[in-house]
C-alpha cells in the first residue's frame, strides 16, 4: 500500500496539510445556502474544518450515534466543507433513500475516479443511464430466481473448504478467503482456485487493494490537492499511485479472466458464469465494443465486490460459532432431523432450515460489514421533516446504530439467531436487508452471497465443531473478539480450533475425500 510504505510523520503532515487546503478551497468555492429552511439540527461546527474533528477515527458510527441521542434520527454536519446528513433510524433512511430514490440515489465524483478509470466499476459511478446499464446485467445474473445456476459451485466449494478447514484448522481465515474467492470467480468466469497463491487471484487481489486505496477519502483528497503524486514513479514511496501502472494493473485483472475463459471455449467446454451469460439484445450500451468493456467491468465490479466480503462476514460467523456451542447443538440437531447423517445439506434443504438463514441474518447485524453503508449522495435538493437538504449531500446511512436499536433488537450485543424466527420456528420477515444499503444502490449480490454463507454454515456444522483456543496442556484460552476498523469492519484475527465432530457417517467422509479429489 502506498502510504503504508513512506514515513508516518511526514504521512500525516501531509494529510493534516491536505485536509487544511481542502477545507479552505471548499469554503471559499461555496455558494451561500439559497434556502430559508433550515437543515436537519446537528453539533455547531468550527470555522473551515466544521465537525471533522469531533469525529472518532476508528469508529465514526459511535460518534453518530452519540450525536443521534442528542440531535434526533437525523443529523447534519459539514465535513471539510462537505454537507453531510447522517441517518440513524431505519424508519428514516427507508423514508429518505427508499422512498425518495429518485433523489437520494447517486454517488460523489472524485477526480480520481476517471483519472483512475474506476468508473468500470457499479460502486462508484453517477446515478445514470450507463449506471442503470449496470444494475441490468447484476440483476440479470444475481437475481433471486437465476442464482440457482450456482448452486453447485457454492456446495462444491464448501466441501472443499471442509477439507481445508480439517487438514490446516490454524490457517481457518486463509481458507475462507480461498472459498470466497473460489466461488466468486467460478461464478462469474468459471474459474476453479485452487488456493491464494494462485496468479490469477493474485493480480485480482492486486487490483482490488489498489482500487481501495486511490477511492479512500484520504487518498481522493491527496490527488485533488497534489495531482502530481499520480506520476510517482513506481520504484519510489508512493508508486502504488502511479496512473499508468495502475491502468496496467487493472487491464491485467479484467483482461486475463476472459482470455482463460476462451480457452475453454475454444476447448469445445460449456461452462455456465456471469461471463458466458448471453446479454439480451435490448441490453446495450453504446456500440458492441462499449456494451463488451462495459460487460468486462460489470464482471470485474462482481468479483471485487464479493469476494473480501464473503470472507469477512465468514469470519465474523466463525466467531459467533466459537463463543456460542449452543447455536452449532441446534443447527447439528436439525440438520440431523432434517438431512440425517449419510449426505450433506444442499440448498434444496433451506426452507426446512430456518435456523441456519436466522444465523446468517444475525451474523450481518450482529458484527456490520460496513456500519456506514457506501455514501450515498443528492442529486438535486430536497426538504424532509422541514429540514432542506441542498444538493450534493452526502447521506450516510448508519446501519451500525441501526442494528444497535434496543426496541427492534433486544440485547443488540448478543448474538442470538432466534430473534429472527416466529414462535413456530419460521422465519420472520427479513429486516436485515438494510445491512445491504438502501433504494436503488442496494446490493446487487446479497441473495447469492446469502445462499453461499447458508451453504458454507450447513456444510460446515454438519461436520465440524468450532471450539476456543487451547493451550499446549488442553486449557482453554479466551478468544480475542475485537473488531477492526476501516470502511469495513470485521473480527480481528482469533485463534480457535476446529475437529471433526462426533457420528459423521462414513458415506459423508467418502463424499468429501471425493470431492477433494476431483
Ligand atoms: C456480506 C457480503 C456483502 C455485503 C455486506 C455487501 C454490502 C454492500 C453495501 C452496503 C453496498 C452499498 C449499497 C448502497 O450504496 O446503498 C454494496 C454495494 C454493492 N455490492 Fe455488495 N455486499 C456484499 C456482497 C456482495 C456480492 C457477493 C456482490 C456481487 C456478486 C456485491 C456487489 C455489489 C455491487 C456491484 C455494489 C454496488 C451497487 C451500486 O452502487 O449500485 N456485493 N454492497
New binding site residues.
Partial sequence: MALRDTNTGIALAVVAGTLALEALRRYLSKPQKDSELAHPPGPPPLPLVGNTFGISLKEPWVTYEEWSKQYGDIVYTKILGQDVVVINSLEVAKDMIDRRSNIYSDRAQYQSYSAYGLLFD??FLPYGDE?RFH?RI?HQV?RPDAIFAFEDIQKRKAMQLVQHLLSAPREFIRHLHTFSAGV?LDAVYSYDVKNLEDPFVKHIKEAGDRVTLVCSPQTSLLLGLFPFVKYIPTWLPGGSLNVKDFHKCIKRAQDAPFVNLQRKLDAGETPTCMATMPIPSTTTYGDNEKTAEIFRGVCA??FF??TD??AM?LTNLTLALVLNPQVQERVMRDIEAVVGSDRLPDLSDRSALPYIDAIVREV?RWRP??PL??P?YTSSDDVYNGYFIPKGTTILANSWAMSRNPSRYPNPSVFDPSRHLAADGSLLPDETNF?????R??????H??NATLWIAVATMLAVLRFGPPCDEHGNEKPVEQGNTFGVASQAKPFECTIQLRGGVDKKVIELLRAEQNS
Fill in positions: 457499479t460502486l449506471w444494475r447484476l444475481f466468486v465490479t462482481a465486490g464479493g466480503t464473503t462476514t450481518h460489514l460496513v453503508g457506501f450515498h445491512l445491504f444499503g438502501f433504494g444502490r442496494i446490493c446487487p449480490g446479497r447469492f452471497v
